[in-house]
């Protein structure tokens, strides 16, 4: 009888990294949904364009590298990718913008680092801030006006011409400024009602965005009900930048309002599927914590006095600089020991 | 009731524990042939103490330890020593090792067994001798012989002992079973631990999936202090460090043991040894072992004889061959697998599980490591697993070790619940092994260069030494000279009679020095032969010694007679010295005269040629 010999644990109870992955994904559907509803078909567009340039410029990649590629592609971490800087570009961006993106996510952020779990920087952060710096006027002027769906919306297929023929007059009508841009341009020179006036904000804080966000706020507590990701990192960014603007911006006709920080722009959706992206991240709790309020403060700083709207991929990217420094300083006390050992072997405080 | 602590982390997996708890424990019967390893637990193995062809009784010592870390090994029942040598025993490596076997004859015929009635009545000391002798090993684990582990260090009070009824793994119940039928002496061998150790508090943790056994327990320590306390189920709550953080709140120093800060904990299994030992003088020849798995028809609890070969009890629990694809000694968590069916059970055997592929797949292959966290959420030693395993696959060991890693007590918790289905415990293990070998190897460097320096440093010594005499003896050979000089100078200045007594002293043992020196010179010359040297330089030189010998005889006998007017205490040196330069001239003569003759005969020879 020949038995198979396993090292211990015998038994497993794992979900594996694939369905980490589609919990992601499928968490994700309601703020694609809000966005669909809210400002059209073109947040749908590219997610499925940016999911197909993914996956296909993983596989090339691994095929390049010798790795086996189909049994890569089933982890879903290149869908992931794509899925989440299909739900960051405007609505409008032409299909190269997207495609540059997710390539250099794939490509240059992930596998030429090592590919899955080898990559410092957060994938689609380094393909959402190379497009933002490279293509500052596509990817400004390409934002949706707010409409809802079955209004007066373009159609999917308007909206498809649109994306792909890249032609920026012919969706003049259809873009407007997002309300952090309007928010950030306006307030120097008028009051806050004024600035607010403008048609992007609408009748709550933010239209449409307001529901954009609650919508990745559900699926985020979702992620952590089902335990794919700890509180931390989204409790800390929250929190993190609520203090910020609790205590610099609270005079509205200079800074944008708390309410407009967690609900405009991609706060809930880099609170809670980007900054927690496991690879990139801190490891411990307190480094989490850390890294989470990190990005918090890095966004309220660019919002307010930066050159960008929107600093969600900035302040990702500079925390992902941080991490190893983070972790090096924040390894949890283990049992039987009276303090953590931080530093480097050999420096620890044991 | 009992407060409660929680340790971090954990996991609850499938506990498959109904699959052998349907019976109640049975007796496996003998086999036909009893492989008892002298080694069954941490420490030393013992030697045996019978000889093949021995008949032996049930509960006879057949292997003993003279001392350190052991237990005697006794004979699981009557029968024959058959062989002593190297079989396979239960270990990771499927290795063999040094075992007695014994063919059993069927009879069980016990060898005389003095029971105790009352222990109080003995010395401490005498009850741990008892529980030595018993041969009993901690029987839930590792296996630490319990008389070392029930004589902690003099500065150690054990405040709190507790008994470990936790049986956290799954699968495994031989610990419940126990608990559920011999309740009674898990108590009293429980009762005999704490008389020993004189805690403040004995307290039984049950993990509350075993509501029977806590039943059996309360019941059997009605009218004692002993607590029951229930646990909640998760694993690993039975490892010793998380039980004692369960019950009393308090964490063991890493790197130290539990009755560092005054807790001890013991294995119901073990209990029970205690008990038959104190109460029957029943040794541990036998042990209850949980025979489960899909693969076998009849799973259960089974009272074993130590050394029963694992295909003689799996056949018991009806094994179906073609069923089984994994086979595990111990739990699914910590468990190994064997390689072979013919290891014996021993000691720590608590669960052998056969099971089939579906019940026990094998594991996808190994994905990378996306840091999910999730294996430190679930670390009940609050360790990093993901970094551990980043820098022990890096064989970064120092940064692993930095981290903590010799605190992991590799309970699978991490590997259990790894979405990339690394095998983590693996990569620790291997880090460790590492770690200790270049550990003993750097033990090794650092022994060879001591002793290195240590020689060096010697021989630097001893050259020191020698050369501090050389100068010694240098700097008396000076200053006699110096004085010699001045008293020859002052001889010659002054003719003092003691002056010169001293002075021609001192001269006379010069000369003594130098006539010595030569005449022994000219012998050795006189007696090599003189074929090869050139002949005549020889002779004139033996008759210059023979003139200087002559010379000094001469001056010494002056002297002698100069001595001898003065009456000076050196006469005698003096007069024994004239007698020895005598005979050196008369040899000087007489070899002088022999190298003549020969070369006259030299010559002579070579004429005729």
Redo the contacts between chains.
Sequence with gaps: ?A???????????????S??MLWVILAALPGLLAQTLFFGWGNLINVAWCIAIALASEAAILKLRSRPVA?VLR?N?AAVTGLLLGLSLPQFAPWWVSAVAVISAIVIAKQLYG????NPFNPAMVGYALVLISFPVAMTTNWAEPALLWNSAPGFGDTLVAVASGQQTAIDGWTMATPLDEYKHKIASHTAVEVLAHPTFGEGVAKGWEWVNAAFLIGGLVLIGL?II?WHIPAAFLGALIAMSLAFGSNADQYAPLSLHLLAGGTMLGAFFIATD??S?A??HQGKLIYGAGIGVLIYLIRSWGNYPDAVAFSVLLMNFAVPFI?HYT???????HKA?RG???R?RS | MTRLWD??GG?H??EHKQLSTRRSIQAAGIPGQLVLPLQQHIGEPAEPVVAIGDQVLKGQKIADVSGGMGVPVHAPTSGVIESIGDFPVPH?SGMADKCIILKPDGKDEWCKRYPISDYRKLDRDQILDIIHSAGISGMGGAGFPTHIKLKPSRDRKVDTLILNGAECE?YITADDMTMRERADEVVSGLKVMAWILRPERCVIGIEDNKPEAATALRKAVQGTQIEIAVIPTKYPSGGE?QLI?ILTGM??????IPADIGVMCQNVGTAVAVARAVFEDTPLVSRVVTLTGEALEKPGNFDVLLGTPVDYVLERAGLQ?EL?????L?G????????T?AVPVIKTSNCI?A?T?SE?P????E????????C??VC?????P??LFWHAKAAEF??A????LF?CI?C??C???????I?L??YY?YAKGEIRVQRAEQLKADRARERFEARQHRLEREQQDKELRRKERAKAAAEAQAKQKVEAEKAAACGEAVDKRAASSALVEQALARKKASSEAAQSRAATPVESEPEKPDIDALEKQLAQAQSKLETMQTMLEDARAQQADNVEKLERAVTKNHDRVKRAEEALAESRKSLASQTESQSIE
């Design positions: 009888m038995f198979v010999q396993q090292s211990s644990p015998h038994a497993h109870n794992a979900r594996p990294t369905k980490v049994f982890d971490t590919g899955l779990g080898s335990k700890t496991p690879v991240a490891t411990s972790d390894p949890p006390r283990t049992y039987g020991h050992r480097q072997p050999g620890g | 340790f971090s996991v997996p499938a990771p799954p460090k953080q964490e063991v120093p890493s790197g130290g061959p089984v694809s994994r086979l595990i111990g699914p968590m910590m468990g190994y697998t064997l390689t069916t599980i099971a592929a026990l094998a594991p996808p292959p994905q990378a490591c996306i840091r999910c966290g999730q430190a959420e009940p030693m609050e360790l990093l993901q970094q120092e940064k070790e930095h981290l903590n605190d590799e699978g918790a590997s259990y619940v790894c979405p990339s289905s095998p415990v693996q293990r």
